[in-house]
């Protein structure tokens, strides 16, 4: 497995209830193919943070598949790909 960590903007299209169903990154249309969840570990304080996280797995229209986790500070208009498994 690698692991690629990043600091590069997607935009993310959320269903109704707020949970990520497709992805546009580095050029690439990718859609969610599993449920999202919260990334381990960003929690580790008694308050509640200030951003929102999603952890992943999306493919692309050529059919590959990783895990990635966006982070979206509150108030913030952009979500950064923190973290990309493949």
Known sequence: MTTIDLTEMATLWLDDVAVPV???WRGRRWKVTD???EPE???WSTHAP???AWRFQATDEAG???VFDLVRHH???HWTVAHVYD
Request: charged share 20%.
């Open 22 to 24: 497709r992805m546009l």
């Open 35 to 37: 449920r999202p969840t």
């Open 50 to 52: 200030d951003f929102v």
């Open 64 to 66: 590959v598949s990783r």
């Open 75 to 77: 108030g913030g208009q």
């Open 41 to 43: 570990g960003l929690y």
